[in-house]
């Protein structure tokens, strides 16, 4: 295992991510137990998770999440969410209630055992630099850099979603969104304060019955509505912190459900880095063609989530 470094001070160990470095023989068998254990567990996952899932990507939850504000605002109607964060989510799954789910989940007999070999008869061992450490067990958390620990990953969250869901939920159309997850990244949304401290206390203690902890620091909450009101959210003795903006997948969302903001700041984050952006020309006249004074150069990275305000 060797500590990459993501951001913060640098003695703080809590700011370096353990990635699993593994031999080629071991990818190849762990992509083959991938590919064994995708197809049993995939029909039984929920729609609402989009992480890790093949033909889905975070363009689907920002989509969604997009659309659902903009109505909601359009009708008047209230929506209010939490934007939860999970503390060290890959490496709090504890390996018991690992094999639990993927048996509930329909991985049995030999493919579960064979999953289970890779961390139950494995050691790690840390390294820095040159040094190496003592080998130990390890019997919580997924090995970060196999090719087999995201769909596993997501089990273990489609899980604790699954349980933690109750009657609230926003109405959209014909459908009730009462949570949006992309891999351990969570919304959750209720169209009323109290309905979203039952679902934000619910999900709180799932996670915990899992051992994993909903992190006060990373979680905010943001209500949408044409006037300003609180949102009480208590979360292990803490109250979680009300926002008028956040960054979603990397896209920012207001309280008043406008693409504005994160229009501008992608405008300035081009205007300051233009020497890297790419050019592409866009057509606003019929049939294709470019009449003068009517065609338009935008930067790739300005065109890249262009489905939210288009």
């Known amino acids: 295992m060797v500590p990459l470094f993501k951001n913060g001070h640098r003695r703080v160990y809590s700011n370096y991510r353990g990635v699993t470095l593994l031999s080629f023989p071991e990818k190849v068998y762990s992509r083959v137990l991938e590919r064994r254990v995708r197809p049993l567990v995939e029909p039984r996952?929920?729609?609402?998770?989009?992480?890790?899932?093949?033909?889905?990507?975070?363009?689907?939850?920002?989509?969604?999440l997009?659309?659902?504000l903009e109505g909601s605002w359009e009708f008047s109607q209230p929506v209010h969410m939490c934007f939860v964060g999970l503390e060290k989510a890959f490496?709090?799954?504890?390996?018991?209630?690992?094999?639990?789910?993927?048996?509930?989940?329909?991985?049995?007999?030999?493919?579960?055992?064979?999953?289970?070999?890779?961390?139950?008869?494995?050691?790690?061992?840390?390294?820095?630099a040159s040094c190496k450490s003592d080998l130990f067990p390890v019997h919580v958390g997924l090995r970060q850099g196999c090719p087999l620990s995201p769909v596993l990953f997501i089990v273990f969250m489609d899980r604790i979603s699954r349980c933690s869901q109750g009657l609230e939920g926003v109405r959209f159309g014909d459908h009730r969104i009462s949570s949006l997850l992309f891999a351990d990244d969570v919304v959750l949304l209720a169209p009323s304060s109290l309905d979203l401290?039952?679902?934000?206390?619910?999900?709180?203690?799932?996670?915990?019955?899992?051992?994993m902890r909903v992190s006060t620091s990373k979680s905010e909450a943001m209500v949408l509505n044409r006037k300003k009101v609180a949102c009480t959210l208590p979360v292990g003795g803490e109250l979680l912190h009300q926002v008028e903006e956040f960054k979603?997948?990397?896209?920012?969302?207001?309280?008043?459900?406008?693409?504005?903001?994160?229009?501008?700041?992608?405008?300035?984050?081009?205007?300051?880095?233009?020497?890297?952006?790419?050019?592409?020309?866009?057509?606003?006249?019929?049939?294709?063609a470019e009449p003068e004074g009517k065609a338009l150069d935008l930067p790739v990275n300005l065109r890249s989530y262009s489905h939210l305000w288009s």
């Open 45 to 64: 996952i929920q729609e609402e998770q989009c992480g890790f899932r093949p033909g889905r990507e975070t363009l689907d939850q920002l989509y969604t």
């Open 66 to 68: 997009h659309r659902v």
């Open 91 to 128: 490496d709090c799954v504890p390996h018991g209630i690992l094999w639990e789910v993927l048996w509930e989940y329909g991985v049995h007999g030999p493919l579960l055992r064979a999953v289970r070999s890779l961390y139950n008869w494995s050691r790690n061992l840390v390294r820095i």
């Open 197 to 211: 401290q039952h679902a934000l206390g619910h999900f709180a203690a799932e996670c915990e019955a899992a051992g």
């Open 248 to 288: 979603y997948l990397g896209v920012l969302f207001t309280s008043e459900g406008r693409m504005d903001h994160e229009i501008d700041r992608r405008i300035s984050s081009n205007a300051t880095d233009s020497s890297n952006a790419v050019y592409v020309p866009i057509c606003c006249g019929e049939e294709g």
